[in-house]
């Protein structure tokens, strides 16, 4: 099992408000390392879509957000569309183990 | 344009070898720490190996440890993966990333800004 915990799956109607959240322990997100987030579209490859405190590359509209919290973090999506429908990823460094990943969440817009 | 194309990848037998390669344009290769990270079908990401801009430090993941030596040519903008001693549990969708960081929070912090589309290993006999 992956070192981040994130839920399997989420899933929202066009137009609403997702959150999928990231869980990790004192060694990672808890020690102070920033949480970056990675989309995912089916059969292609990941693609970075925030890294640290809410920076998005050129092309990443602001309906996409993150938070975070003691040994948690959260990526927000508003407005959501069906092109956002895809795997999403966090990320961070662990003390120990370097960089770890999220086991994914699958968002499927209804 | 940053560009990672990955190569190599292929169907080969547990306890075989296999050498992977990713070709960088786009940036000043040299100058960038760069990355291997996999994804076994249908599951998530795992971080395999990293190695810094100059090649003098390197890291693997426990699970390779031993076996996968990460390489870099700055000459030819390429970067590689040899596996030695293939699992099952190795097969997998291989991209190469490039590493970016910052400083905050008193520490580093590290991301992956660009990925390559991938190579496939496959491990069976």
């Known amino acids: 099992q992956s070192v981040l915990t994130q839920p399997p799956s989420v899933s929202g109607a066009p137009g609403q408000r997702v959150t999928i959240s990231c869980t990790g322990s004192?060694?990672?997100?808890?020690?102070?390392?920033?949480v970056h987030w990675y989309q995912q579209l089916p059969g292609t490859a990941p693609k970075l879509l925030i890294y640290?405190?809410?920076n998005r590359p050129s092309g990443v509209p602001d309906r996409f957000s993150v938070s975070k919290s003691g040994t948690s973090a959260s990526l927000a999506i508003t407005g959501l569309q069906a092109e956002d429908e895809a795997d999403y990823y966090c990320?961070?460094?662990?003390?120990?183990?370097?960089?770890?990943f999220g086991g994914g969440t699958k968002l499927t817009v209804l | 344009e940053v560009q990672l194309v990955e190569s190599g990848g292929g169907l080969v037998q547990p306890g075989g070898s296999l050498r992977l390669s990713c070709a960088a344009s786009?940036?000043?290769?040299?100058?960038?720490?760069m990355n291997w990270v996999r994804q076994a079908p249908g599951k998530g990401l795992e971080w395999v190996s990293y190695?810094?801009?100059?090649?003098?430090?390197?890291y693997y993941a426990d699970s390779v440890k031993g076996r996968f030596t990460i390489s870099r040519d700055n000459a030819k903008n390429s970067l590689s993966l040899q596996m030695n001693s293939l699992r099952v549990e190795d097969a997998a969708v291989y991209y190469c990333?490039?590493?970016?960081?910052?400083?905050?929070?008193?520490?580093?912090?590290?991301?992956?800004?660009?990925w390559g589309q991938g190579t496939l290993v496959t491990v069976s006999s």
């Open positions: 990333a490039r590493h970016r960081h910052y400083y905050t929070s008193g520490t580093y912090q590290y991301f992956f800004d660009y």
């Open positions: 190695i810094s801009g100059s090649g003098s430090i390197i």
């Open positions: 990320q961070s460094s662990d003390s120990s183990l370097n960089w770890v």
């Open positions: 786009g940036f000043p290769f040299s100058t960038y720490e």
């Open positions: 640290g405190n809410n």
């Open positions: 004192s060694s990672n997100i808890g020690a102070g390392h920033d």
